[in-house]
């Protein structure tokens, strides 16, 4: 069973950083996706940012420019660096692993980040 453990999340003021960190463990990382999701208060959840296996990597237009993602020497972390963040950052941010080949998804407990204005 593959588990994601999210790290990293806090309260920060408007125009900081955080880093976010998620690391998997029980799968074969070899074809997938890896990213993270959040989810405000009574909203949809939604894409942040994702990274393939293959390097290619996605973003929210709304993060575009402010937020990083990467993934660590071990194929099974990503990291998420989050800069210039606005209150309307606010929410819960999911990890989250979509295996290529069994197209199975995983997701993380979540971690909550907090930006005050």
């Known amino acids: 069973q593959v588990q994601l453990v999210e790290s990293g999340g806090g309260l920060v003021q408007s125009g900081g950083s955080l880093r976010l960190s998620c690391t998997a463990s029980?799968?074969?990382?070899?074809?997938?996706?890896m990213g993270w999701y959040r989810q405000a208060p009574g909203k949809q959840r939604e894409l942040v940012a994702t990274i393939a296996s293959a390097g290619s990597t996605n973003y929210a237009n709304s993060v575009k420019g402010r937020f990083t993602i990467s993934t660590g020497n071990a194929k099974n972390t990503v990291h998420l660096q989050m800069n210039s963040l606005k209150p309307e950052d606010t929410a819960v941010y999911y990890c989250?692993?979509?295996?290529?080949?069994?197209?199975?998804?995983?997701w993380g407990q979540g971690t909550q980040v907090t930006v005050s204005s």
């Open positions: 989250y692993v979509h295996f290529l080949l069994s197209n199975k998804d995983y």
């Open positions: 029980g799968g074969i990382f070899s074809f997938y996706v």
